[in-house]
C-alpha cells in the first residue's frame, strides 16, 4: 500500500467548475500535510498547508480528517490556469522528510 | 524565487558512465533533498542533508551517492549510470523550523541510453 494515495485523474473540467481532490496516507503519526502545485515539465511549489480546523485560500479550501486519515482539496471557480497536476505531501515528523502522493493531474477547459 | 538552481537541466549518457547533477542554493537553508520524479511513482527521496557532511539515505538510494562539503553545494552523483536511472532529478531546500516547506529547483532531465 502506498503511503500516500491519490486518484491521478486525469481530471478534465469546465472553466468555473469546482472540482475536488482526495488524498488518504497511511501513517497515523504524520504530522502536517500540504498541498502542492506541479505545471508541467516544472519543479512543485507549495500550494498551501493543511490544517485541522480547514483552511481557505482564495478558491481554494482544504481539509483535514486525521480520524479517517484523509485529506481533500476543493477549487471554486475553475480557471484555465488552474490547469497543473496537483501533489497530496505528508510530513511524517522525521526531520522534515516530505511523503509525496503521485499526483493528481487537472485539466480545465474553455 | 527560492534561489535554487540545478546544472546541467538536461543531460543524456550512457550506460556505466559517471554521472554528477549539481544543486545550488543561494538562501543558506539547512536541509537540502535529492528526489527523483517517474511517471506514477510521484517524487521519491534518494538523499538528504542536514549540514554540512551531513547526509542519509532516503527510500530509493542504491546506486547514488551525495556530498556536501558546503551549504549552498549539494551534489549527487550517479557512480555507474544505468538506464533505470533515466528520470527527473529534483533538488529541494528547507529551513529547520520553519512550516516544513521545501523549496524545489527546476529539475535535470537524465537520459541513460
Known amino acids: 500500500r502506498k503511503e500516500v494515495e491519490q486518484d491521478p485523474g486525469p481530471f478534465n473540467v469546465p472553466e468555473g467548475a469546482t472540482v475536488a481532490f482526495n488524498c488518504t496516507y497511511s501513517?497515523?503519526?504524520?504530522?502536517?500535510f500540504f498541498w502542492y502545485r506541479q505545471d508541467c515539465r516544472k519543479e512543485p511549489k507549495l500550494l498551501m498547508s493543511v490544517y485541522s480546523s480547514g483552511n481557505e485560500d482564495g478558491r481554494f479550501t482544504a481539509q483535514l480528517n486525521r480520524a479517517s486519515q484523509y485529506i481533500s482539496l476543493l477549487i471554486r471557480d475553475s480557471k484555465l490556469s488552474d490547469s497543473a497536476t496537483y501533489l497530496c505531501?505528508?510530513?511524517?515528523?522525521?526531520?522534515?522528510?516530505?511523503?509525496f502522493g503521485q499526483g493528481t493531474e487537472l485539466s480545465v477547459k474553455p | 524565487d527560492a534561489g535554487i538552481t540545478q546544472s546541467p537541466r538536461h543531460k543524456v549518457t550512457e550506460t556505466g558512465t559517471p554521472v554528477t547533477l549539481r544543486c545550488h542554493q543561494t538562501?543558506?537553508?539547512?536541509?537540502m533533498y535529492w528526489y527523483r520524479q517517474d511517471p506514477g511513482h510521484g517524487l521519491r527521496l534518494i538523499h538528504y542533508s542536514y549540514g554540512v557532511k551531513d547526509t542519509d539515505k532516503g527510500e530509493v538510494s542504491d546506486g547514488y551517492s551525495v556530498s556536501r562539503s558546503k551549504t549552498e553545494d549539494f551534489l549527487l552523483t550517479l557512480e555507474s549510470a544505468t538506464s533505470s536511472q533515466t528520470s527527473v532529478y529534483f533538488c529541494?531546500?528547507?529551513?529547520?523550523?520553519?512550516?516544513?516547506?521545501?523549496?524545489f529547483g527546476p529539475g535535470t532531465r537524465l537520459t541513460v541510453l
Open positions: 505531501v505528508v510530513n511524517e515528523g522525521q526531520g522534515g522528510k516530505l511523503i
Open positions: 538562501e543558506n537553508h539547512r536541509y
Open positions: 529541494a531546500a528547507q529551513d529547520p523550523g520553519s512550516t516544513d516547506t521545501q523549496y
Open positions: 501513517n497515523s503519526a504524520s504530522q502536517s
